[in-house]
């Protein structure tokens, strides 16, 4: 997933912007060019996590943000506590009806040390306390 995709995901279920980023594995693409002087984000920077206008231009780096992609991590919705899985870059952004829990608490497990604790005791659609 790229950085740049927070500047335009929200909770599915209550529509609350930013969500929530934590990084568990990243890959870099130094072959990936940036073109433009402006930054690509309009909103919200996901590689520094705050709001455009709260960052000076000289803290804007686009060519570097663009070079990275999120393999593995998780988004979280501040307001809901929903939480969606980034998996082999894909951020799965499915609704509760259609996640499998199987997968949901494996992915808990495997993260357990990096995933914040009300996630893991209290997060939708699944938490570690119900398996």
């Not at 950085?3 to 529509?15: G, W």
């Amino acid at each position: 997933m790229k950085y740049r995709l927070l500047d335009i995901l929200a909770c599915p279920y209550d529509k609350t912007f930013p969500l929530k980023l934590i990084v568990f594995k990243e890959k870099r693409y130094e072959h990936r060019q940036f073109k433009g002087t402006k930054p690509v984000c309009e909103l919200y920077c996901g590689l520094k996590g705050k709001k455009i206008e709260e960052l000076k231009p000289e803290e804007l780096d686009c060519e570097d943000c663009l070079k990275r992609e999120i393999v593995e991590g998780i988004l979280i919705c501040p307001k809901c506590n929903r939480w969606f899985p980034i998996k082999d870059e894909i951020p799965i952004l499915l609704p509760d009806e259609f996640r499998k829990k199987s997968e949901d608490l494996e992915f808990l497990r495997k993260y357990s040390d990096k995933i914040p604790k009300e996630i893991l005791e209290k997060g939708k659609p699944v938490n570690l306390s119900e398996g």
